[in-house]
């Protein structure tokens, strides 16, 4: 199912009773986000909340529309997400389309299905220029952005698709990167050095030329996903997201600049990114749940800013999990899986639990096969694109459920000797992580709590798990309702 971008998914959400309207005042300055924090804390994370009058702006907010497993399963069109990784894993089985890496997988999209009925579309007009404004006009004072901890260093735009493309091919990128307002016609750019939007600028750096760049806010939300999704670099979000909604996205070229843009936004900020100019960025409530500290980062200048005659600016609130991106890393863990089994087909299932903040755990079940089966598995991992962030992974046996973390603790630190089966590398470590010696480089764990076998030197007997006999089992289901318990 494709939306007319974002107002249609906001009003079908109204519609089935997964949005709260708030009409009295709220300020954008901490306020929307303390009460962000609590709804999306609350059970289940929360309904979706729309903020119509917000102190300073014309503009209502949009907060927590992913916030949950239903309504992230409806932003990308299905009843639950399960089912697109379904249909990838049907994609992936078909007879003679085994390719070798997830980037030849996701190519075979446009393969198999009609490319007309996927690939991006060039319009001539769109919503989202119903209103244009330039140069000195073109005010980011308009924008309600949020300010949403006390210690950031300012209003960050936090749900914004960064488009970018490639200096020479023309490629295009769309990335999810925060943006901190520093007045009403500049920004900071987050762009983290391992992501694409951080290479593309490198490139057109090295050249000595400044980066177009388009910040959009709002569109179809299967492209607000695609923008956070690590697909890899040769696959365009634009046309996984015709892919997620069976429709293309319609797209309009920007007034200022030569990037092409979702004619359905609600906003789109035009501007250019200069070479060889860093700013002081951050600090920023982080999904580690702590503040990111300040770092140096490129500078952002607005040339215009295009938007629908009535805009709604989405956002969302990162911070202590659980939060509302959490749901975006679960579309992400179960969209990718089959294409994960690609590579690692002993991986039976997977885990990113909400605590560990997408990259600090992975729970791993496999089914072993010979001696270092996991450590081989944890090693893969650290090798998968953006897996490689992977701070701790635990590696258990087929018969764990690593959907219970519970049952995973119990039966990891039941099976393992420590000396023996924590394995520590070094490598690339994410941006955001506080406790490595260095930014950017430090140590990942590997746990291998599966069952040892006697060539990984365990010569002694393992043990059963307790369980009652199955006889005496019917038995107690037969007389349970007389017991009185
Ligand atoms: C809410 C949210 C905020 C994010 N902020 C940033 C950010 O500021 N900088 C960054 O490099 N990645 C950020 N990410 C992660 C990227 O969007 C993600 O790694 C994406 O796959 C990058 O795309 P790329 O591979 O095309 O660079 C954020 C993700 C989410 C869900």
Request: with cysteine.
């Amino acid at each position: 199912m494709a939306y007319a971008g974002l107002q249609d998914f906001i009003k079908r959400l109204d519609n089935s009773g997964e949005l709260r309207r708030i009409g009295i005042e709220v300020d954008p300055y901490l306020e929307i986000a303390a009460i962000a924090d609590r709804v999306m804390k609350s059970p289940g994370g929360g309904a979706g909340l729309l903020f119509e009058h917000v102190k300073g702006s014309e503009f209502p907010v949009a907060i927590n529309l992913f916030g949950s497993r239903k309504r992230m399963s409806w932003a990308l069109g299905v009843d639950d997400i399960e089912e697109i990784a379904r249909e990838i894993e049907g994609l992936v089985k078909l007879p003679g389309n085994m390719p070798s890496s997830i980037g030849g997988m996701l190519g075979l999209a446009p393969k198999l299905l009609p490319l007309t009925s996927i690939a991006p579309k060039m319009v001539s007009s769109g919503p989202c220029q119903d209103v244009v404004k330039t140069g000195a006009k073109a005010s980011l004072d308009e924008i309600p952005i949020l300010t949403c901890w006390p210690g950031d260093g300012g209003p960050f735009v936090t749900l914004p698709l960064v488009f970018t493309k490639e200096a020479g091919t023309g490629k295009r990128n769309v990335g999810m990167y925060r943006i901190q307002k520093y007045d009403a016609h500049t920004t900071g750019m987050h762009w983290q050095r391992h992501k694409v939007g951080s290479r593309h600028y490198a490139e057109y750096e090295a050249l000595g030329k400044d980066i177009p760049v388009a910040i959009v806010l709002g569109g179809d939300p299967a492209l607000t996903y695609a923008a956070t999704a690590p697909l890899p670099d040769e696959i365009d979000e634009v046309l996984f997201a015709g892919f997620l909604r069976k429709r293309p996205v319609e797209m309009v070229r920007c007034k200022t600049i030569d990037i092409e843009v979702p004619a359905d936004a609600e906003f789109v900020i035009e501007g250019v990114v200069p070479a060889g100019l860093r700013r002081t960025e951050g600090p920023f409530g982080d999904h580690t749940g702590y503040y990111s500290l300040a770092d140096e980062y490129p500078v952002f200048n607005v040339t215009a800013i295009t938007h629908r005659k009535k805009p709604v600016y989405p956002a969302t609130l990162v911070g202590p999990p659980p939060m509302e991106d959490h749901w975006l890393g679960k579309a992400t863990e179960r969209i990718f899986f089959p294409l994960i089994r690609m590579v690692l087909p002993e991986i039976i299932d997977y885990n990113l639990p909400v605590e560990g903040a997408f990259h600090n755990l992975a729970l791993v079940r496999i089914r072993k096969r010979y001696p270092g089966h996991a450590q081989k598995v944890m090693n893969a991992i650290w090798g998968l694109g953006q897996m490689m962030f992977t701070k701790c992974i635990v590696v258990v046996d087929e018969d764990v459920d690593v959907q219970n973390p519970a049952e995973v603790v119990w039966r990891a630190l039941a099976n393992i000797d420590p000396h023996r089966d924590i394995t520590f590398v070094n490598g690339p470590v994410d941006v955001l992580d506080h406790a490595s010696p260095r930014m950017a480089f430090g140590s990942k764990m590997g746990i291998d709590a599966t069952r040892k076998l006697p060539e990984e030197g365990f010569d002694r007997e393992w043990p059963e798990i307790l369980a009652t006999s199955p006889d005496v089992a019917k038995r107690v289901d037969v007389i349970w309702s007389k017991l009185g318990l």
